[in-house]
Nanobody, 122 residues
Framework: QVQLVESGGGLVQAGGSLRLSCAAS????????MGWFRQAPGKDREFVSG????????YYSDSVKGRFTISRDNAKNTVYLQMNSLKPEDTAVYYC???????????????WGQGTQVTVSS
C-alpha cells in the first residue's frame, strides 16, 4: 500500500506560479511511475503530466506543455509539478497517482492522493 499526499495548491493570479508536491509514504514508491491529473467541477479527471520511476521519461498534455515541469526526488519519495504562466483554465483539483507506468487514463493508476485545489484568478 502506498499513501500519497499532495500539497502546494492555492490561489494565484493569472501568469503566476505554483509548485505542487506529492509525498509518498513508502520507500518502494520510487519504483512507481507517477502521474499528475486534474479535475475541474463537472469534468472528468484529465492527465496533466507523468514521469517514469527513474525520472528519465516525462510526459505532458498539450495544454500544459512548455508551462509545467514534472520532476521527482526518489531520495525524498516526492514528485513535484512546477506550474508557471498559470491560466484561469488551469483551475482544478490536482491529484497525483502512482502506477506501474505512465498512463493517460486515471483508471490505470493503483494509488491516489486526496488532491490539492489550484485556483487561478483572471
Amino acid at each position: 500500500q502506498v499513501q500519497l499526499v499532495e500539497s502546494g495548491g492555492g490561489l494565484v493570479q493569472a501568469g503566476g506560479s505554483l509548485r505542487l508536491s506529492c509525498a509518498a509514504s513508502r520507500r518502494t514508491a520510487s519504483n512507481y511511475a507517477m502521474g499528475w491529473f486534474r479535475q475541474a467541477p463537472g469534468k472528468d479527471r484529465e492527465f496533466v503530466s507523468g514521469i517514469d520511476w527513474s525520472g528519465g521519461r516525462t510526459y505532458y498534455s498539450d495544454s500544459v506543455k512548455g508551462r509545467f515541469t514534472i520532476s521527482r526526488d526518489n531520495a525524498k519519495n516526492t514528485v513535484y509539478l512546477q506550474m508557471n504562466s498559470l491560466k484561469p483554465e488551469d483551475t482544478a483539483v490536482y491529484y497525483c497517482g502512482a502506477g506501474s507506468d505512465v498512463y493517460l487514463l486515471a483508471s490505470s493508476y493503483d494509488y491516489w492522493g486526496q488532491g490539492t485545489q489550484v485556483t487561478v484568478s483572471s
